[in-house]
């Protein structure tokens, strides 16, 4: 039976950033963004700078468990059909030269605590419903869809076409790294995120 199995090409190996990440920004700070990488400033962001090109970490193990049943004086294993949770992902990026993707990262963290007054939304950026009274009815269900979003990560072909996606759900950000940068080296600036998600579907394309 002859081999079938492609060749990888050279220019695959010589890459790291072989997957791009879309980030959808939670629906209270879209109302942040400024709609311009020349009007800037510190309480908004640029929606345009949601688009990663990424490398590490980017898909967790899947693990469904077992379980050990006594049968006929032995054990006999089967499945319990139960996910186990999905580890934290941590992703890297290089930083772009107006540091606007890096900002949004910032924005989303903060907005889940901010830096000067350690709460929650502290610009009263969610507009919670009312009712008949008009009084504002709290809901927990309103605060996850504030700063969960969906993130989907593209994993390329050595000519850059998208070949498989993953849709990680109810996704929020929980770590910002530092950025990495040294001025002995030719590399791009550079930074890393992680996130928190419930579920991820994986489809190829």
Same mark, same amino acid.
């Given at each position: 039976?002859?081999?079938?199995?492609?060749?990888?090409?050279?220019?695959?190996?010589?890459?790291?950033?072989?997957?791009?990440?879309? @980030? +959808?920004?939670?629906?209270?700070?879209?109302?942040?963004?400024?709609?311009? *990488? $020349? =009007?800037?400033?510190? %309480? &908004?962001?640029?929606?345009?700078?949601?688009?990663?090109?990424?490398?590490?970490?980017?898909?967790?193990?899947?693990?469904?468990?077992?379980?050990?049943?006594?049968?006929?004086?032995?054990? @006999? +294993?089967?499945?319990?059909?139960?996910?186990?949770?999905?580890?934290?992902? *941590? $992703? =890297?990026?290089?930083? %772009? &030269?107006?540091?606007?993707?890096?900002?949004?990262?910032?924005?989303?963290?903060?907005?889940?605590?901010?830096?000067?007054?350690?709460?929650?939304?502290?610009?009263?950026?969610?507009?919670?419903?009312?009712?008949?009274?008009?009084?504002?009815?709290?809901?927990?269900?309103?605060?996850?869809?504030?700063?969960?979003? &969906?993130?989907?990560?593209?994993?390329?072909?050595?000519?850059?076409?998208?070949?498989?996606?993953?849709?990680?759900?109810?996704?929020?950000?929980?770590?910002?790294?530092?950025?990495?940068?040294?001025?002995?080296?030719?590399?791009?600036?550079?930074?890393?995120?992680?996130?928190?998600?419930?579920?991820?579907?994986?489809?190829?394309?």
């Amino acid at each position: 039976m002859a081999d079938t199995v492609a060749q990888q090409s050279i220019l695959n190996k010589g890459r790291k950033d072989k997957f791009i990440l879309i @980030l +959808n920004l939670p629906d209270p700070l879209k109302q942040l963004n400024t709609f311009s *990488t $020349v =009007n800037r400033n510190t %309480d &908004n962001v640029v929606l345009d700078s949601l688009q990663y090109s990424i490398y590490g970490t980017i898909v967790p193990s899947t693990n469904i468990l077992g379980a050990a049943l006594p049968y006929a004086g032995q054990t @006999l +294993n089967v499945t319990t059909g139960k996910r186990e949770k999905y580890d934290d992902i *941590t $992703v =890297n990026f290089t930083v %772009d &030269n107006g540091f606007n993707n890096w900002w949004v990262l910032w924005k989303w963290l903060n907005f889940i605590n901010d830096t000067q007054t350690s709460t929650y939304d502290s610009t009263n950026l969610i507009a919670y419903p009312t009712n008949a009274n008009g009084l504002t009815t709290y809901t927990s269900t309103t605060n996850l869809q504030a700063y969960q979003t &969906n993130i989907t990560i593209f994993g390329l072909d050595e000519y850059n076409n998208k070949k498989i996606q993953w849709n990680y759900s109810k996704a929020f950000i929980t770590k910002l790294d530092g950025i990495k940068y040294s001025y002995r080296d030719a590399e791009q600036i550079e930074s890393s995120f992680t996130f928190s998600f419930s579920q991820v579907v994986a489809e190829l394309l």
